[in-house]
């Protein structure tokens, strides 16, 4: 489907162009990837197929590039990031149209997840100012044995090409979280957006684009994992992978190298109700945390642990709000929209079935059209179901009751994940207990899991991730210290 207006630019034909060396490019390999519409189940748009020979080009020219971006002053690449988020949100209207189309996100959350963007985008430009403007002054005579014969000065400096892989819920603001850092870090930026999403990464980049940013320094990618995945994060010129998705990053970690890895690789994460909670504020995190964009998310409720004592009422009361949800198409702005792929749909039906089996209670009749799947919420699961376990990724939520806080601890611990948890009770002293015991990255106190505001550090463990994010700490972990040591032929100490 063609686009319209200035974003033509970036067509040939019904193929969306790559990105490279400043300039939109056909590829040279003659292939295209297409991109089904989630809701229609047909071809919306059509990528490049990159090579693997132009991936070598791209990271040349982003190596060249990072050399003078450097020795760019902190203000001027502040300055150009200012600029590319006002264009960004000056596009907001086309860029959530590729969202609504390419990932069936409702239209009034797409228009969201782009102005979330540019604000990501200036608060990253002021923040980064601000932490790569300081550096740090030592002496010697701190340590003991040591005369002041040595002055060690510290600075922040980029690691080089920063290689980011976003994920297809998030394609927008997942690729800004990885690009902004990079670039007011004084690197360039390889970007290989997921298929799903790749034209709504492209829009955005087309904004960086505009802002003018120097040729070489950002480049998007666009073509099959099976066919340019492992070339690009296998390629001696990445000096640093950011990766959101789900277990591909494990692998990926297995053949990166000697290269720094940040990794969000998805969540199960655990709603923990105790008896005091206040149950009408947990049923309406629970729909917001769990149905929000049909479950699709890392920091989706992904199970809820509730004491017997209080399950009944907090089901009938979850039960209800169920049945107010819309379902439909992302256009009419439904609560519930089609999940992103038919084999997405085929493998949360699979959790269903499989539950289903096993004995739990359907508090509604499982419905299913194409990739449109009804909110369900499913009572008595037990831990010998798969979906006890498994990421739905879907609107289909699991209530496993328990007899005790520390029996809801060891479910939540026993995940291979480990990205967020949350806990409802009136008690502050047994909420923080609660959050130690609970190995997650990060514990909500009476509120559903939730990534942000974007300058909050968003991390997890186990399998859910390696390193933190953020914009502060993403910005840190794109940068290296440098040090240099001034050595005095005698002792000097300032006498004030």
């Known amino acids: 489907m063609a686009a319209t207006g200035v974003l033509a630019e970036i067509l040939d034909g019904d193929v969306y162009k790559y990105y490279a060396d400043g300039e939109w490019k056909k590829s040279t390999s003659g292939k295209s990837v297409a991109i089904i519409n989630p809701t229609t189940r047909k071809p919306q748009y059509k990528v490049q197929a990159c090579s693997q020979e132009e991936v070598n080009k791209v990271m040349d020219s982003a190596k060249a590039a990072q050399k003078s971006w450097a ?61 790569l403007g300081e550096g740090k002054f030592l002496v010697s005579d701190s ?27 998030y394609p927008v603001n997942l690729a800004v979280s990885k ?26 980049v087309y904004c960086f684009h505009l802002a003018g940013f120097p040729k070489g320094l950002i480049s998007c990618v666009t073509g099959k994992g099976s066919e340019i995945g492992d070339f690009l994060t296998m390629h001696p010129g990445v000096n640093c992978i950011s990766f959101t998705g789900g277990d591909t990053g494990i692998a990926i970690s297995k053949k990166a190298g000697m290269i720094p890895l940040q ?81 997405s749909a085929n493998f949360i039906e699979g959790l269903v079935n499989d539950a289903k089996q096993k004995g739990a209670t359907f508090c509604q009749e499982y419905k299913r059209e ?44 026993a995940s291979n994940f480990g990205l967020q948890g949350c806990v409802f009770t009136k008690d502050i002293n047994k909420a923080m207990m609660i959050s130690d015991a609970m190995e997650s990255g990060t514990v909500q106190i009476n509120s559903a899991p939730a990534r942000g505001p974007d300058h909050f550090p968003f991390q997890g463990i186990k399998d859910s991730g390696i390193g933190s994010q953020g914009i502060t700490n993403s910005i840190n972990m794109m940068t290296k210290i440098k040090t240099t040591v001034i050595n005095l032929p005698s002792p000097s100490y300032t006498m004030g």
């Open 370 to 413: 194409g990739n449109l799947i009804w909110p369900l919420l499913l009572d008595n699961v037990r831990p010998d179901m798969r979906i006890a376990w498994e990421e739905p990724f879907g609107p289909v939520l699991p209530v496993i009751r328990i007899n005790s806080v520390e029996e809801g601890i060891h479910h939540c611990n």
């Open 143 to 169: 340590f003991p044995g040591n005369e002041r014969t040595k002055y060690c000065l510290t600075s922040k400096i980029p690691l080089g090409v920063i290689l980011a892989i976003p994920p297809f819920n």
């Open 263 to 343: 990794m969000e690789l998805g969540g199960k994460d655990a709603c923990i109700v105790l008896e005091d909670a206040d149950l009408d504020l947990v049923a309406a995190n629970i729909i917001k945390g769990g149905f929000s964009y049909s479950g699709q998310r890392c920091t989706a409720v992904k199970v809820v642990l509730v004491i017997e004592s209080v399950a009944d009422t907090l089901v009938e009361k979850v039960k209800a709000k169920v049945a107010k949800l819309s379902v439909g198409p992302p256009e009419d702005d439904c609560d519930i929209t089609p999940v992103v792929s038919e084999s």
């Open 71 to 131: 020795k760019t002053p902190l203000w001027k690449r502040a300055e150009l990031l200012h600029k590319a988020a006002a264009i960004l949100k000056e596009h907001k209207a086309a860029i959530a149209e590729c969202l609504v189309k390419e990932i069936a996100k409702p239209a009034k959350d797409a228009v969201t997840e782009v102005v979330r963007s540019g604000d990501l985008v200036s608060y990253c430009a002021e923040e980064g100012v601000r932490i």
């Open 179 to 204: 690009t902004a850092p990079a670039l007011i870090a004084g690197n360039s930026i390889v970007l290989k957006p997921p298929t799903q999403g790749a034209v709504a990464a492209l829009h955005m």
